[in-house]
């Protein structure tokens, strides 16, 4: 197999387990709906192999995958976890990859874990309402006893889980495929198609939330 076929490969079975990991664990936390999976620790890890847009397609597949399977919270709910799972994914594989030393993966986790706490918080304010069926305001005051401590939390596990599975996963498949053993740099194109849609997603957030603002 070439190249191409080898790195699908390992992208499709990035996603099959994170689907698989969504459908063994499922944790509630703080309210029923908000229930956290170790599947944005192996997304990050693909991405982490990758690059920030194989983290962007994996987080965009597992969401689609967990709604046709698993979930009952219908298109929002894939959206939610669309939005959670590549913001912390491509955050934590776009700074790694700038500092790729072991206070950079540190910092990297972290600064994921700050980024994708503040992203999420803003669109359970926008979309909360329409999937939990009650007031902007009930909302808002459920923002710090649940929605913030709850994603501070699947940052720091997933965070955890990434820092102890990420060298073994590396390896052994190093082991099986040969082009993994030497890190590959994205193309230009492949990092202009990221923060063009980076920057896509943060003018739909901020849009959103302008909206919002304004009809509560």
Request: no cysteine.
């Given at each position: 197999m070439n190249f191409r076929t080898h790195k699908i490969t390992v992208i499709s079975m990035f996603c099959a387990l994170s689907l698989l990991a969504v459908i063994c664990i499922r944790i509630p936390i703080f309210l029923p709906f908000l229930t956290y999976s170790p599947k944005d620790a192996l997304i990050t890890i693909g991405g982490l192999i990758f690059g920030p847009l194989t983290a962007l397609i994996i987080s965009l597949i597992t969401a689609f995958l967990e709604m046709i399977t698993v979930s009952d919270t219908g298109i929002l709910g894939c959206i939610m976890n669309f939005l959670a799972s590549s913001a912390f994914a491509c955050i934590v594989t776009y700074t790694y990859r700038?500092?790729?030393?072991?206070r950079g993966a540190v910092v990297s986790l972290v600064f994921g874990t700050v980024v994708m706490t503040a992203f999420m918080l803003l669109w359970n304010f926008c979309l909360a309402p329409i999937y939990m069926g009650c007031s902007r305001e009930a909302v808002v005051k459920l923002m710090l006893p649940a929605f913030l401590p709850f994603n501070i939390i699947k940052g720091?596990?997933?965070?955890?889980?990434i820092m102890v599975l990420y060298k073994p996963v590396i390896m052994t498949l190093r082991k099986r495929y040969t082009f993994l053993q030497q890190p590959t740099a994205p193309s230009p194109i492949t990092e202009r198609i990221t923060y063009l849609l980076l920057i896509l997603i943060l003018l739909i957030t901020g849009i959103t939330y302008f909206i919002a603002r304004h009809h509560m």
């Open positions: 700038r500092y790729h030393t072991k720091v596990v997933n965070s955890v889980l």
